[in-house]
């Protein structure tokens, strides 16, 4: 029976995951439709491989990677396909939830999109998830120090973007 108390807790757990992970989603992907079947994939394999999850470690930072590990493997199979990936500038990322800014939301979006899949899936973790470093570094699968340095090159890419006029050189 113990067993049977296992499941709905793991399936409960997931479940308050979901919008989490539609948001990461979107973030990778930059289509809703695509984040969304990114994310069916993603559970799917999930509850596959619930057995592979260790109790007492973040679930959100487990799915997280395999979602990650899901997306590439569907770049690869597009690209394969010589199919050509477009954003949908209406649908392209979820916006930043929380504080707000003075810089418009839609310019943050296309900032956001034009960045590489690494520093958009480093930034949509630590910074639009709230995982700590070593939490976003694990569910990549990359070194701490890759994912610092993923973030400080997408946070130099997005202030270049959004205030361009603050990074060029003065006159003399």
């Not at 034009?114 to 998830?129: C, G, M, T």
């Not at 570094?137 to 090159?153: D, F, I, N, Q, Y």
């Amino acid at each position: 029976m113990n067993s049977m108390h296992d499941t709905p807790s793991f399936g409960a757990s997931l479940s308050a995951l979901v919008p989490r992970l539609r948001r990461f989603g979107r973030l990778l992907t930059g289509h809703a439709q695509d984040a969304d079947d990114l994310v069916q994939l993603a559970l799917a394999r999930a509850w596959q491989h619930q057995a592979r999850w260790e109790p007492g470690t973040r679930l959100d930072s487990w799915i997280f990677r395999i979602m990650q590990n899901a997306w590439i493997d569907e770049v690869r199979a597009r690209q394969r396909q010589a199919q050509v990936l477009v954003a949908d500038t209406d649908e392209a990322l979820a916006a930043t939830a929380g504080a707000p800014s003075p810089v418009d939301a839609i310019a943050v979006r296309q900032a956001v999109a034009q960045l590489s899949e690494d520093h958009r899936a480093a930034v949509a973790l630590v910074l639009v998830e709230g995982l700590s470093y070593k939490e976003a570094a694990e569910a990549l699968g990359v070194p701490m120090g890759t994912l610092t340095s993923r973030l400080a090159r997408a946070r130099e890419q997005l202030q270049a973007l959004l205030a361009p006029e603050e990074k060029q050189p003065c006159a003399t």
